[in-house]
Every structure is written in C-alpha cells, then in structure tokens.
T-cell receptor, first 115, second 111 residues
Framework: GAGVSQSPSNKVTEKGKDVELRCDPISGHTALYWYRQSLGQGLEFLIYFQGNSAPDKSGLPSDRFSAERTGGSVSTLTIQRTQQEDSAVYLC?????????????FGPGTRLTVT | GDSVTQMEGPVTLSEEAFLTINCTYTATGYPSLFWYVQYPGEGLQLLLKATKADDKGSNKGFEATYRKETTSFHLEKGSVQVSDSAVYFCALGSGTYKYIFGTGTRLKVLA
C-alpha cells in the first residue's frame, strides 16, 4: 500500500521567504509527527498531531514555525521568514495510534535549502 | 531529560564480518527502544524494536536486546552484507509519544 509521502522533495528558497512543506500520512493513521534532520545531527522532534490537534508544540524552534493538520490526514509545516539555519531535511512520520510503542512510518523527507 | 547516545561512525567492515553498533540511553520510566535504518536515498524504516527489559528484537539477521541494567540496546549482526550499508539510528519512545533519536551511525560494508 501507499506509504507516507512528502512534497516537495527538494526546496531551495531565499532567506526571508515563507515555505510550506506537505505531508500525506498513511491512510487511517491517527498520529502524525514532524522531525528535522540537520547535517550530522540526529532527528529533532518538532511537533505531533493526534487527529487534527497538536497537544505539544514545544519542539518548534521558533514562532516562525507552525503546523496544521486537516481532516485527520494531510499536514502542512510552514516556515515564515526563512533563515539559513532552517536548512535541513524535514521528515514526516505517521503511526496507527498515538503512543511511543507504536512503529512510526517515515516519509522520504523534504530537503530545504535557504540561500 | 531523556537521551540516546550511539557510537559515532562511520563504521567500515568487510563482508561477512561481525557488526556491533553501541547504543545507550537515559530515560525515566520504561521506554520502548528501536533501531531504524536509512538506506541511501530512502526514508527511515523500522528495523527492530523492544518494549520491555530483556526483550530481544530481531529482523533481517540483526538483533538487539533491551538491557535495563546497563541501559543499552546494542545492535548486532553476525555476518554483514554489502546491502547492509546504510545509516542506523537508535531511538527511544518516551512518555506517551515522543521519540528521541541518536545521531546515527553510518555503516559501509566492502565486498
């Protein structure tokens, strides 16, 4: 079946521009997660959704970052006024249920480069 | 706070060699432990997991045992293949939802 998909796969943007990253989770998965993977770093948790709500937004690096999820499915991560330090691979994952023991299925990521 | 530490890479081995990638963790409570693998050009995928102490996760010839006494979850494989070349991530599932990942260990297997 279809896995987690993300778009675009690559995005190059100028400093100060806004960008939107999209994630389509596996159908029926109630939980959705966003991570950031910077060069040489592990995965940094950003935010998770249970249904359409995000109980914990504490991982978002700054108020320039926001995310939403609609219809319990597609999620969008928006970065406003991008900075060079935002350059990274942004990964989305979904799991059948919410909980740390459930396997997370990852998308291929969006590579963001801010020039 | 909770954390995961895994050995730095890259690790370079010859085909059929024995592999160990060390992973230790710090956590309150009783986390679940995972190994994820990222093959070149692909997304992360779950390799194996263990949800309680002394559990052994295994898949594709890889094994890892949840050792609470040493807070470790080392990944092992008896005979690696070129196709095992990838980046391996140790992770713990903390609390009700949060995954904490290590920085990844790149494995290169030479024919």
């Amino acid at each position: 079946g279809a896995g987690v998909s993300q778009s675009p796969s690559n995005k190059v943007t100028e400093k100060g521009k806004d960008v939107e990253l999209r994630c389509d989770p596996i159908s029926g998965h109630t939980a959705l997660y966003w991570y950031r993977q910077s060069l040489g770093q592990g995965l940094e948790f950003l935010i998770y959704f249970q249904g359409n709500s995000a109980p914990d937004k504490s991982g978002l690096p700054s108020d320039r970052f926001s995310a939403e999820r609609t219809g319990g499915s597609v999620s969008t991560l928006t970065i406003q006024r991008t900075q060079q330090e935002d350059s990274a691979v942004y990964l989305c994952a979904s799991s059948l249920e919410h909980g740390a023991s459930y396997e997370q299925y990852f998308g291929p990521g969006t590579r963001l480069t801010v020039t | 706070g909770d954390s995961v530490t895994q050995m730095e890479g890259p690790v370079t081995l010859s085909e059929e060699a024995f592999l160990t990638i060390n992973c230790t963790y710090t956590a309150t409570g009783y986390p679940s432990l995972f190994w994820y693998v990222q093959y070149p050009g692909e997304g992360l995928q779950l390799l194996l997991k263990a949800t309680k102490a002394d559990d052994k996760g295994s898949n594709k010839g890889f094994e890892a045992t949840y050792r609470k006494e040493t807070t470790s979850f080392h990944l092992e494989k008896g005979s690696v293949q070129v196709s095992d070349s990838a980046v391996y991530f140790c992770a713990l599932g903390s609390g009700t939802y949060k995954y904490i990942f290590g920085t990844g260990t790149r494995l290169k297997v030479l024919a």
